[in-house]
C-alpha cells in the first residue's frame, strides 16, 4: 500500500476552501516552538485558536513556563489561546502499564489518542470547523499514527479533523528559524518524566 502524503492532502484542502470567511480551527499545541511554523503557515488560511492541553508534562513549573511562551505567539500571529488546567494524573492514569515503553512506542500513541480526543471534544462544544494538532512538525511524532487517530475518533463528528505533517516543506526548520528569530524556550525533552528518563539513557 502506497503511504499517503499528508502535505499533498492538506495543500488540497486548503485549495478547496471558499473564498470570504476562514473557517476555525482548534489547534492543539505542545509548545510554542513547534507552534510557531504551524501558525504562520495556517493563520492565512483558517481562524486559529491554539489550545494548550498537556498533561504529560512532568511538572507545575514546566507546564506553565511553556504556555507563557505563547505570549510572544500572540504578539507577532495574532491568535487566541485557551489553557486547560494542569491534571497531570490523566496522563498517568491514561498510560499506567506502559511506562517501560521506549519513546515513540505504545505509550506515545496512548498520549497522542488522550490530546487529540481533549481537542476535538472542545471543538465539538464550542462548534469549531476544524481541529489538528502542531505535533507531526516534530521528526520524532508519528505523523502517521497522528492522523490515524484523529481521522478515526473524528469519523462521525461535525468537527473535522485536519490532516497534517508540518515536518514536510521545511516546516520543522521553519519552527527552528522562528524559534530564535522570537527567543522562544525550546525544551530538549517531550515533556513527560518517560522521555527525560530515555533522554538521560541515550547520553550514558
Known sequence: MQKRNYQKELDKIIENLKDGKKPSLLLHACCAPCSSYCVEYLSKYFDITLYYY?????SQEEFSKRFKEFEKIY??????AIEEKYNPDEFYDAVKGYEDCKEGGDRCTICYRLRLQKTLEYAT???FDYFASTLSIS?????????????????DSQV?????DFKKNGGYLRSTVL????DLYRQDYCGCVYSIRDAIKEDI
Open 125 to 127: 462544544k464550542n462548534h
Open 75 to 80: 504578539e507577532r500571529f495574532n491568535v487566541k
Open 179 to 182: 524559534s530564535k528569530e522570537m
Open 139 to 155: 521528526p520524532y511524532k508519528n505523523a502517521e499514527k497522528l492522523n490515524t487517530i484523529g481521522e478515526e475518533i473524528s469519523k
Open 54 to 58: 498537556n498533561p504529560n508534562i512532568e
Open 160 to 164: 473535522k479533523y485536519l490532516v497534517n
